[in-house]
């Protein structure tokens, strides 16, 4: 029978904490969130979020671009919206403020503060509601939004290309601690022994791992505050 050593087994219990506390999700300003959360920030853990969040940047580009050229082409605002809304399911709301005669730029902002993708719905918001106030065109208006979101998106890019440094930074240091002891234990001393087996062990290795888990959380909290519209 193998025999497995209890530094091994210490050493992939503290690897497997390690990548627990590695961030995989994202923070949310309190500005964003709506309910009895509101005014506090909220820890999201969801692999996919940060990829949700760029597919939703890039629909509400997209239509925005679309209903430039729906208006552009003739159509009324009402249809412009329903067809734009067939490529982004979310936008039925607005739609169906539409089709009630409520008000759409409300609507396409209630939208904007409900997912945190789609916050450059604010611009199409605001350009609806010139259009509408002062009768100027607003496929006009649609087309210098889209390329201004345009012009945001490339400084998105650039951001999270920079931040992306910052938090691989992050995990090259959550991985540090076991890798130290790896080191420590091939070298001959027995780190294990002390952390597992003393009461001041135990707590170094609570400490640790609470200051650990304290810094990733403030450099994601960091770079999602750098990244944010």
């Given at each position: 029978?193998?025999?497995?050593?209890?530094?091994?087994?210490?050493?992939?219990?503290?690897?497997?904490?390690?990548?627990?506390?590695?961030?995989?999700?994202?923070?949310?300003?309190?500005?964003r969130v709506r309910g009895p959360?509101?005014?506090?920030?909220?820890?999201?853990w969801r692999p996919g979020r940060r990829r949700t969040v760029a597919e939703d940047?890039?629909?509400?580009?997209?239509?925005?671009?679309l209903l430039a050229a729906e208006l552009a082409a003739g159509r009324p605002p009402g249809s412009a919206l329903a067809s734009a809304s067939e490529r982004w399911a979310p936008?039925?709301?607005a739609v169906e403020a539409s089709r009630l005669g409520a008000d759409v730029p409300e609507a396409l902002r209630r939208l904007a503060s409900e997912r945190p993708g789609a916050s450059d719905l604010r611009w199409v918001a605001a350009a609806w509601q010139v259009a509408q106030d002062s009768g100027h065109g607003l496929a006009a208006a649609l087309e210098r939004t889209a390329a201004g979101l345009r012009v945001r998106?490339?400084?998105?890019?650039?951001?999270?290309?920079?931040?992306?440094s910052a938090r691989a930074t992050a995990r090259l240091v959550a991985a540090l601690p076991v890798a130290v002891l790896l080191m420590g234990s091939g070298a001959g001393s027995d780190p294990w022994s002390f952390?597992?087996?003393?009461?001041?062990?135990w707590l170094c290795l609570v400490l640790g791992i609470g200051l650990l888990a304290l810094g990733l959380w403030w450099i994601e909290r960091l770079a999602d505050r750098a990244a944010a519209p």
């Open positions: 029978m193998v025999s497995i050593e209890p530094a091994w087994v210490a050493a992939a219990v503290l690897a497997l904490a390690v990548f627990a506390l590695v961030p995989h999700g994202t923070t949310i300003p309190a500005s959360r509101a005014g506090r920030w909220r820890w999201r940047r890039a629909a509400v580009l997209e239509l925005c671009d936008l039925s709301a998106r490339r400084t998105r890019r650039l951001v999270d290309s920079e931040l992306a952390l597992l087996t003393t009461p001041i062990g």
